[in-house]
Each structure stands twice: as C-alpha cells, then as structure tokens.
C-alpha cells in the first residue's frame, strides 16, 4: 500500500489536515489519550496508538453519520436518483432493469460515489480522500512474477483482475460517460477513458480494504390509505467509507471495536490499552491468502484462519484407480448418477475447503486456544458416498464389495489422503524448501508475503493428511480386531449367508 505523501513532512501535513477535517465534524469526537500515527516503518501505513493507558469502555473516537461517505451522504443520490432506487442485480427486474442504471450493486454503486468525490475539486470530504492509498499490495496489482511466488495457492483464481476490468468497463465507465454533468463539475476535463479505469480499480481496491457494511436506514413505513407494502428493505446493509474508522488496523487478536449506533458509529476499547500500544480492529476469521487478497497483507495470528482448497478431481482420481477395472462405459453411468444427484440436492461442489477448528475471540478480542485440523468437511464425505453408491449400481460383482462400511470408509480416507498429496505437489517448492525460507518477523515484501501464504496452506494439507491418516490407521486395526472376532459389517454377513 502506498499512501500519497511520501516525504515525511508531506505525509505528517496530510495527516494533521484529516485529524483537522474530523475534529471539525459537527458530532465528532477524537480521544486525546490517541494519536494517529506514521506507522510505514512497520509496512502499516497510518494507524492510531494509546498515548497513554486508556480503560475498557472508553470512547475511542465518534464518528457522525453524515460523514460517511455512502448512498445516504453522496451528492449522485439527488443527480441520479434512478441509480440509487433499485434492487440488487438478479432480483425480480421491473421492466426499466435492462438500462445501464439499474445495473448497479452496492459495490459498483460506491465506486461511483467515490470517483465522483475524487473528481470533485470541492469535495467536501477532500482531507479524506487524500489521505487514502493511491497504489495496492493486494494480488490484484502483482505482476505476473509477483504472482507466481503464490505457487498453486487457493488464492489464485479469486483475485479476480479479469472480472474486476470487465465490471469497470460495463458498469462504471458507460454511466459516468451517460451522466457528465453529474460527475464532472462546470469547467472540469472529462478524464480520458483508460485513467478514469485506473481511478476506478483504485476506488474499487480502496472499497475493499476500506469500507464498512453499514445498517441501511429502514425504508418508511406505508400510511394506512397505501393498500400495498412495496418492498421490505429493513435490515439491508450499505456500504460506505467511514472516516478514521478505517484508521485503524486490525488484527485477529484486537483491542477496539466499532459500533453502529443511530446517529454516530463510535469505535471503543474492548480491554485496557497500554500507552503505546496500537489500537486494533477486527476484519474477522480470515486466513492469510484472504487477507492478502483483501487488504494486502498478513500477520501471524490470522494463520490459524487459514484455509485451503483440495478440487474434487484430485479425489474422484483417486477414487477411480482403487476400481481399475471399471469401463468407459460403466464410467459414464457412475458420472451420469453423479450428475443426477448433484441437480437434485443441488449439490456439485467444484472443490472442498480445509479449516482447522478454532475458538472465536473473546469478548475483549483475545485469542485462546490452539487451532487444529478435526476433520474433513462434511460434504467431502458426502460426495464420496455418492460416488461410491454410483459405482457399486453399475460395478457388478465388482461393486459388491462395497457393501461392507469399514472398506467404504477405507477407500474413502485413502482416496482423500493421496487427493491430498497430490495437492501438495501442485506447489513448486517443498513445505520443508519453504520453512527455511520464513522468517519470523512479519513480512512486508510481496514475494515474502506470498510465501507465508503457501507455506500456510501447505503445514495445514500436512495437518490434514495426518489426521486422515491416524484416522485410517484406527479404522484399519478396528477391522482386522473385527475380523479377528469373526465379526463383520451387517450387510456382508448377510450376503454370505444368501
Ligand atoms: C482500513 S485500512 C487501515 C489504515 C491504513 N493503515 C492506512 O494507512 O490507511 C486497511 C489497510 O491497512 C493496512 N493494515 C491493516 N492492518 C494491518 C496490520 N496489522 N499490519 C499491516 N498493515 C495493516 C493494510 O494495508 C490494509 O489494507
């Protein structure tokens, strides 16, 4: 992230103009036992320190709602009002969707709201906006080299560059090109296309380390003459850039907390700070690959968060070699049962998540407990049953032996455990190549960065395929003891018996 003011004495002026700006907000209230601080030594941008010891409960900082930058506060409500009157894409259309303005989402809608503002010589949110990032560290800016430290992380096909451009090009640039007026004040230059493309990606990146979901204000209530309730909006969220709030920086152990009140969002300490210490906020349970996608960064405790992908592929390949003898033929017929369960759950999932099992912060947004890897996700194990029902319907004799439960979850474990090295091979590098790569301290660099991101999902398919192979351990001896006895699953004894 690269923040405008890149000489200290600029960077100390914009600072000072926006804490000015805020102060000055009617309803505005700032602690003085805090200080917004230069934190660009830690790779942090700003963030906010206690000056001093400050007590749970204390009110941090008070933001009015007025100066929140969203659908609420933009002047574009009132220029284009048809933009904002609309339902989300993909709900019931009245006949008026299919024009460019009823095409927007609260996304797209405050990368509008935001580009109109930084068009705007005489924004009245100006200090603001200066003092948000002009440049990214998220994925989304990497070259094509900076990407492929992220080796085959689960990240990669999210970072979305591709859908991002081709959004900006159908949703935003076609309505600030049909609205002039509404964008540009009198005497001010249209921007040529491609920088108000790159003024939109900045909005959008800004959005998404930046914005706040916000409670939107309840729609009026019909009178009792209106004989018809329009539409229930209660409770939808809005987003909106919320001034100092976003300040501060977070962690997934944290020490402040923002909340929504009517008039005011006001950001209080969720324990006792030390003098010195930062104020953090929350951006909730994310791994380190969502966080870097997201806000461009990662810590050490967001890594009991993370996650990775196995594609089912790599499981139904396994799958299929414990049955070699199947053909082409009964193949299809498995894949077409597949199929045909999959449209009628609703199911068919592409590719399955691995998590540990954590506890959430408490209350004071402390961390407790150690993460660990407890088991598959459920609709892994789903499938494989529907997978191994499919085969055993057109496998003959083949398939009868899968009528024994102990061999079913045998095949499953193995098939998932080989799924899982096969998924560790998809990274360039080994986990132990990798591991005398890390260092300690948090990284700032993207290569850095990115390797911590790999190295996360790779200790977690080693957890994984760990656990599953105590798992398959136990399940072993439990049926050879079984067999031992002379005992077998119901279904086998009494096919011997037949
Ligand atoms: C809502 S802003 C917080 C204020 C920001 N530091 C600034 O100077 O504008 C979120 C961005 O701050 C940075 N950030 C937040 N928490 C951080 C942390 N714990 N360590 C490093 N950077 C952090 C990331 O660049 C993230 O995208």
Same mark, same amino acid.
């Given at each position: 992230?690269?923040?405008?003011?890149?000489?200290?004495?600029? +960077?100390? *002026? #914009? %600072?000072?103009?926006?804490?000015?700006? +805020? *102060?000055?907000?009617?309803?505005? /209230?700032?602690?003085?036992?805090? #200080?917004?601080?230069? $934190? *660009?030594?830690?790779?942090?941008?700003?963030?906010? &320190?206690? %000056?001093?010891?400050?007590?749970?409960?204390?009110?941090?900082?008070? &933001?009015?709602?007025?100066?929140?930058?969203?659908?609420? /506060?933009?002047?574009?409500?009132?220029?284009?009002?048809?933009? +904002?009157?609309?339902?989300?894409?993909?709900?019931?259309?009245?006949?008026?969707?299919?024009?460019?303005?009823?095409? #927007?989402?609260?996304?797209? $809608? $405050?990368? $509008? &709201?935001?580009? *109109?503002?930084?068009?705007?010589?005489?924004?009245?949110?100006?200090?603001?906006?200066? &003092?948000?990032? %002009? %440049? +990214?560290?998220?994925?989304m800016f990497w070259s094509d080299s900076d990407l492929s430290q992220l080796q085959a992380s689960s990240i990669l096909p999210k970072i979305g560059r591709a859908s991002a451009e081709s959004m900006i090009r159908t949703r935003i640039i076609p309505t600030i090109t049909s609205h002039p007026s509404a964008f540009y004040a009198p005497g001010v230059a249209p921007l040529p296309e491609d920088q108000l493309i790159t003024l939109a990606h900045r909005c959008g990146s800004a959005i998404m380390a930046y914005a706040f979901d916000l409670e939107s204000e309840p729609e009026p209530t019909p009178s009792d003459e209106e004989d018809e309730w329009i539409e229930d909006r209660e409770g939808r969220t809005m987003l909106g850039m919320v001034p100092m709030a976003d300040m501060l920086n977070a962690d997934a152990s944290f020490n402040a907390h923002i909340n929504h009140g009517e008039d005011a969002l006001t950001a209080t300490a969720l324990r006792p700070i030390k003098k010195g210490e930062e104020i953090l906020n929350y951006y909730g349970p994310l791994g380190n690959g969502e966080l870097l996608r997201r806000y461009g960064y990662v810590t050490a405790n967001h890594a009991r968060h993370d996650v990775v992908e196995v594609p089912w592929t790599l499981v139904e390949a396994r799958l299929k070699g414990r049955f070699p003898g199947l053909t082409t033929e009964q193949w299809t017929s498995v894949n077409a049962y597949i199929k045909e369960h999959d449209e009628e759950e609703g199911e068919g999932d592409d590719s399955f998540v691995l998590e540990r099992e954590c506890e959430d912060p408490d209350a004071a947004g402390q961390l407790h407990g150690e993460a660990t890897f407890a088991g598959l996700p459920e609709e892994l194990s789903e499938r494989v049953k529907v997978f191994l029902k499919g085969v055993k319907k057109v496998a003959g004799s083949e398939g009868d032996a899968l009528a024994d439960k102990s061999l079913r979850k045998e095949i499953y474990l193995d098939s998932v455990l080989g799924a899982l090295q096969d998924r560790e091979k998809q990274y360039a590098t080994s986990l132990e190549e990798d591991e005398r790569l890390v260092k300690p301290e948090r990284p700032v660099e993207r290569g850095e960065m990115a390797l911590w991101v790999r190295v996360g999902e790779k200790r977690l398919l080693r957890e994984a395929q760990s656990w599953v192979s105590r798992e398959l351990e136990s399940g072993r001896r439990e049926a050879s003891s079984k067999r031992e006895r002379g005992e077998e699953d119901a279904p086998a004894a009494k096919r011997r018996r037949a």
């Open positions: 992230m690269e923040i405008d003011g890149g000489h200290d004495v600029d +960077f100390a *002026r #914009q %600072t000072q103009s926006f804490l000015e700006w +805020f *102060r000055s907000l009617p309803g505005a /209230t700032f602690h003085q036992d805090i #200080q917004l601080v230069d $934190l *660009r030594g830690n790779g942090a941008g700003r963030g906010i &320190i206690a %000056t001093a010891d400050i007590v749970p409960d204390t009110v941090l900082f008070t &933001i009015p709602r007025p100066s929140i930058l969203c659908a609420a /506060t933009s002047p574009l409500a009132a220029q284009l009002p048809s933009l +904002f009157n609309q339902d989300e894409p993909g709900s019931d259309s009245d006949d008026e969707n299919e024009d460019d303005d009823k095409s #927007q989402d609260s996304w797209t $809608l $405050l990368i $509008l &709201i935001l580009i *109109r503002e930084y068009l705007d010589p005489n924004s009245q949110w100006k200090p603001y906006l200066s &003092i948000l990032p %002009t %440049t +990214f560290d998220t994925p």
